[in-house]
């Protein structure tokens, strides 16, 4: 085999057969659907009568280690259309045969672009008329597949079968519910048990799981799917991100705007929201059906864009006045089908650390390169050090000239190339109005999460017809940069809690400082250095619960604080103290000295 033909997908869509032929080998009457590769391993849908179990997991993945030690050879071979209908037949497999009706009339299986289903043909080509398309058999299975393989079972990697789920056939909801078995597979052992040991941490750092714990949110049936509940300590640490982020803007010369949360219809209509990003809205407000006197509809706020350009108009604008940076803490709201709502990092309602900037032709590319850079340093006092940046072209459907879309792409690209930053390119990845730069922030555990976007438009000034008055007193259009470095605040602090486990850095921390007295004489003394600390600006928890010692500090040390002072004689009496610091390690010093570290902590945010 040669190198293209050694690759992970290849292994993995291979073990996919693998593990058909066994299940094949231990349920004969099972209809056999489809099985792609997808990120980590694979999947293959079966059409079985009975409801398979984690006990038939263990069964299947013994089977297919049988197999493979077999040494199978994937044998791969071309046949007339009609004979691979008749094969297909004899071997009582519906789901083969309806695939083969859709190429002999189509060309194609019209099935998702993960399927591996093919004609000979090349799949660009528009084709009239198929005769024969191609089959691989494995020791007694038999699958239409465009393939490559490996040669035999004897080249196949690491595997381990990992989870049941029930998938429409095709993906439609009015087809047979299918049993889908999903599982991992890698080239060495050693790649997959780092890989399981990863997602065992993963689970562990769950947001969802740790937002209980730690008492953070919550997401309430009787208020609404992807709606968040912000509990008092999880709304002190959205309220410590969003001070620190607009005191940073502010301070690189960011104006604060504030704007509703709904706006006329006719007002999306203009921007082009309302026709090419229905789909993610919520239904329109028909006021005009609740009461006559009203005659506009409405429509709450997928975005903030159209409010700052208002704002911008309010007065003449001056080329002396730009670059012009409008920035807000906008709650948005954006319709997402229940099915992918996940936490804090797929929500319907959600705020955004949005900025737009206004800038002259000629400033563009400076002011790219300034937001680039201001991002990284964001991102880095957030702890996150490492990430992948990409170029996001054209999409399909967009709105503007070419010409207008081949300079902001030129001007996205000028500034990555200028300040040395690798990027890929994400074809058609932009939004409708213009290509953007995406930054994926990499977590602790190496897992890419997408927050900074900077967006190029100069779709909407036209649209609004935006304006400034330039060096030569003549209007002239600017140019929009669409900015979130943080994204959504609620997907980045759901990326927060997994990255630091819930054991933020003092600086982000709810609670600084736990207090708590060894019993009623030392109350007074706890009820002091609480005041004391606090007007220092520090976040304090006095504890006076009547608990033993032993239970409060373990319950401080699960909600993971990074300081608990216990307040005995000595300490009430004396200057100093027994520092539990998070990690159980214990210090002694004194006051002072314990309010020097922990005020050097948040300085340096370590």
């Known amino acids: 085999m040669d190198k293209k033909q050694t690759s992970l997908e290849i292994l993995r869509h291979s073990t996919s057969h693998l593990m058909a032929a066994a299940v094949l080998e231990l349920f004969s009457e099972v209809k056999l659907g489809i099985g792609p590769v997808v990120a980590n391993g694979f999947y293959y849908d ?42 297909f037949k004899k071997l009582n497999q519906p789901y083969k045969i309806e695939l083969l009706q859709d190429i002999k009339k189509t060309g194609t299986t019209k099935t998702s672009k993960h399927e591996n289903i093919i004609t000979l043909e090349h799949q660009n080509k528009k084709i009239k008329k198929i005769d024969k398309i191609t089959i691989y058999q494995l020791g007694n299975f038999i699958d239409l597949c465009r393939g490559p393989h490996v040669d035999s079972t004897s080249q196949l990697g690491a595997f ?18 299918l049993q889908r078995i999903y599982g991992l597979a890698f080239k060495r052992q050693k790649e997959l048990d780092d890989f399981l040991k990863i997602r065992e941490e993963a689970e562990k750092r769950d947001h969802r799981k740790l937002g209980q714990e730690l008492d953070l949110f919550q997401i309430n049936d009787n208020i ?93 604008k001056s080329y002396r006045e730009l670059p012009l940076r409008y920035t807000e803490l906008g709650t948005v709201y954006r319709y997402e089908k229940s099915g992918v709502l996940h936490g804090l990092t797929r929500v319907r309602g959600f705020t955004q650390d949005d900025a737009h900037i206004f800038c002259q032709p000629e400033k563009l590319n400076n002011e790219i390169e300034t937001t680039v850079k201001f991002a990284v340093k964001i991102l880095k006092n957030f702890g996150f050090k490492n990430y992948d940046v990409y170029l996001s072209t054209q999409p399909e459907k967009s709105v503007g000239s070419q010409n207008s879309w081949n300079k902001a792409t030129r001007s996205l690209e000028s500034a990555l190339k200028k300040l040395k930053i690798k990027y890929e390119i994400d074809p058609a990845g932009g939004v409708f109005y213009g290509p953007k730069i995406d930054i994926k922030i990499k977590d602790s555990l190496g897992r890419a999460w997408q927050c900074t976007t900077i967006q190029v438009d100069f779709n909407l000034p036209e649209k609004f017809n935006v304006t400034y008055i330039n060096n030569k007193g003549k209007k002239q259009q600017p140019i929009m940069i669409h900015r979130a470095l943080l994204g959504s605040l609620e997907r980045f602090m759901g990326v927060l809690i997994e990255h630091y486990a819930g054991a933020f850095p003092v600086w982000l921390s709810p609670t600084q400082v736990y207090l708590t007295p060894v019993g009623k004489a030392h109350q007074s003394a706890v009820k002091k250095l609480a005041r004391e600390l606090s007007e220092k600006g520090l976040r304090v928890e006095a504890d006076f619960l009547n608990e033993t010692i032993s239970y409060k500090v373990r319950k401080a040390e699960k909600m993971k604080i990074p300081y608990i002072l216990v307040i005995g004689d000595k300490e009430a009496k004396g200057k100093n103290f027994n520092v539990r610091i998070r990690g159980n390690v214990v210090k002694k010093m004194t006051k002072k000295k314990f309010i020097e570290i922990i005020f050097k902590e948040i300085e340096e945010k370590k």
């Not at 993610?280 to 006021?287: A, E, Q, S």
């Open 46 to 87: 079966f059409d079985l009568e009975r409801t398979l179990t984690p006990q038939d997991l263990i069964k299947i993945e013994n089977k297919m280690r049988q197999l493979a030690k077999k040494k199978l050879k994937f044998v791969k071979k071309e046949i007339e259309i009609n004979q691979a209908m008749e094969l």
């Open 160 to 177: 381990k079968l990992n989870k049941i789920a029930g998938a429409y056939w095709r993906g439609e909801e009015k087809n047979k519910m």
């Open 224 to 316: 609404g799917p992807g709606l968040i509940l912000w509990h008092p300590k999880g709304a002190t640490l959205k309220r410590i991100v969003e001070n620190y982020i607009l005191d940073e803007y502010i301070t690189h010369g960011y104006q604060l705007v504030g704007t509703p949360h709904l706006a006329k219809l006719n007002l999306w209509k203009t921007s082009g929201h309302d026709n090419f990003y229905r789909e993610n809205m919520f239904p329109v407000m028909h006021m005009s059906e609740m009461n006559k006197e009203e005659k506009d509809d409405y429509q709450v706020k997928p975005m903030n864009c159209p409010f700052h350009i208002a704002i911008y108009q309010n007065a003449v």
